[in-house]
């Protein structure tokens, strides 16, 4: 990894490294392990955002081994808990970009951070030489579609919409036919927000994934949730309703610079099955980044 790259973590890790886990790097490092060191540790992965049988997992295993290892300082106990903690994340499953258009739809709840990891995404593929195509299917809001156009043009993209107040399955099947017409690599559908309580919307994001299906055999080749890495726990609820509803194939984990609960991301893969394909470190272009378990174990312990 870059110097350059390695610093966007670090710098967008800031908040979790302070609030929350920098505090174990301070309690482990100086001392010899003894019982108190397990029960603050215990405390501080709680309020970390792991959630309780994330952490109350971590402390077993952490047990386990300094028992067959025999690891007496919580030096040899800060190495360890490393290790665990980037075994909990799931390797990043990025696309093979194979098919032509390769078609990603994002979903999420309202303000998640949808619009603006489509766009980033998009920028990101197209430093990669990838030709993208950006579509705004939330039509519910007339001001949804220019925040993309505004995107789409701060990123360089071409962007396609579907009619203020139309249905968004029709704009979803446009956007990919569009996509082909032009000879696009990847078409990214954006959706609406939506309450993951909401039964008719949830039953619209079905048809905009089933409407996909048709305008492409084999789309969508991704749908990837957006989560806003500040709503920590609540967003494994979320994440829950989304997965009866549609097949996700793995997370955008946003907003992770602003957010001191940075923990649930540990709680992703064993509590949803689902990889971090993609993080949110800041609110610039270039601040979407492929997810990379050692530079966020790293950047929310050591800094
Ligand atoms: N700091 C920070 N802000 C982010 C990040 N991702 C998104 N945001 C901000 O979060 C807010 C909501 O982002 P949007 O992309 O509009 O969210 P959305 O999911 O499209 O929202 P709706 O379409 O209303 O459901 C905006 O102010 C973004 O700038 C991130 O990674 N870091
Ligand atoms: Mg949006």
Redesign the pocket.
Known sequence: MSENIFNKWRI?LEKTRKVAFGRISNLLGTSDLDETTWDDLEALLIQADLGVDVTLDVIDALKARVRDEGLTTTEELLTVLKAELISRLAEPQLLDYTTKPTVII?V?????????????LARLLLDEGKSTLLVAA?TY?AA?ID??RV?AERVDVPMVAGQPGGDPGAAAFDGINAGIARQKDVVII?????LHTRYNLMEEIKKVHRVSGKALPGAPHATWL?L??TTGQNALQQAKAFQEAVAIDGVI??????SAKGGMAFAIKTQLGLPIIY?????HIA??QPFDREAFVQGIIDG
């Open positions: 967008g994002l999420g709840v309202n303000g998640s951070g949808k619009t603006t990891s489509a766009a980033k939330d809001r949804a925040q993309l995107w954006d959706t609406a927000g939506r957006v806003d890495a984990l946003a907003k992770l610079d602003s993080a949110g470190l800041g609110e601040d979407l």
